[in-house]
């Protein structure tokens, strides 16, 4: 069955007696490449577990299961429940949750499931809890080897932008200390049903297997993101100070001991810049 195909999808829907639901951000595939696209690229070996959020009724699910030892997809909407067992009743390797994947116990599930493999996450995620989503499985304490999300545009340009970007915010410099980040390719509205108001595209996060930062404060470099990214136009000089207990001064040295101009920017700062400042911090204070 094609369940990319629109006819398809209302049929299945219509059977089933539900509808699109916007407050869970249901936008499905219509474009077959799109799925195939996104399971052949979203990890390297096929010997694992793949966490998928939000299968909808199943498009991306079943080209995952084709390629890949197991599939166990999480679906907040309990209507879609049905549909998905009989959509994906030729597949003995899937397992649905029916869940709000905010509130799974991340580790827990991977246990339970993955039987010691690999695991990857795979998904076309709902736009409303974007960066919640990716803060949830990054903050899980589980070793993903890859995270690949289908997201607005503008989202994924700012997951994988560079310091000095106007793309680059919080979450890029957050994201950089997990891992390494690429855009795949841009999916067209039209791709999707109901189409969406702005295009998405693909992103793939190569988890880091063994930290490339430790700072010595994790909360505190953190913090130092944070208040800096929240005070964009300021510079990180002004932005700290305003947040965070510290010294004009201090952190005017601190900048100078990576040879950065006290009015430097945020937006400027890599990750790597980010732990050095907070280590000098935590070790000048
Ligand atoms: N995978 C399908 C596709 O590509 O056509 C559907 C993707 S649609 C953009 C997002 C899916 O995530 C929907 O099925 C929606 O019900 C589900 N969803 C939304 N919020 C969720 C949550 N908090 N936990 C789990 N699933 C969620």
Do not use: W
Request: with cysteine.
């Amino acid at each position: 069955m094609d369940l990319c195909n629109i006819s398809v999808i209302k049929s299945v829907m219509a059977d089933a007696g539900i509808t699109f639901r916007k407050e869970f951000g249901q936008n499905f595939l219509t474009n077959r490449m799109i799925p195939e696209d996104i399971a052949d690229n979203c990890a390297d070996t096929s010997e694992r577990m793949i966490l998928e959020i939000g299968p909808g009724i199943g498009c991306l699910t079943q080209e995952l299961a084709m390629r890949y030892k197991k599939v166990v997809a999480v679906e907040i909407d309990k209507g879609l429940i049905p549909v998905l067992s009989k959509t994906l009743s030729d597949f003995d390797n899937i397992t649905v949750i029916n869940d709000d994947i905010m509130k799974v116990d991340i580790k827990a599930l991977i246990d339970e499931y993955s039987e010691g493999m690999p695991v990857s996450v795979c998904a076309n995620l709902p736009y409303y809890i974007t960066t919640p989503i990716l803060m949830h499985l990054l903050e899980s304490d589980v070793k993903f080897s890859t995270i690949t999300v289908m997201v607005q545009n503008e989202v994924a340009a700012r997951l994988a932008s560079k310091p000095g970007s106007s793309d680059y915010g919080a979450i890029t410099a957050v994201l950089g200390y997990y891992g390494t980040v690429r855009k795949l390719f841009k999916v067209s509205a039209g791709c999707f049903m109901p189409a969406p108001k702005v295009d998405s595209a693909v992103v793939r996060i190569d988890l880091y297997r063994e930290p490339a930062y430790t700072p010595l404060d994790e909360k505190l470099f953190r913090n130092c993101i944070k208040a800096a990214f929240e005070m964009r136009r300021k510079t990180f000089v002004n932005a700290i100070s305003a947040k965070l207990p510290y010294t004009k001064e201090l952190l005017c040295a601190a900048l100078a001991s990576i040879g950065q101009d006290e009015n430097v920017r945020g937006e400027r700062l890599s990750t790597e810049d980010f732990v050095k400042l907070s280590d000098y911090i935590t070790e000048n204070k």
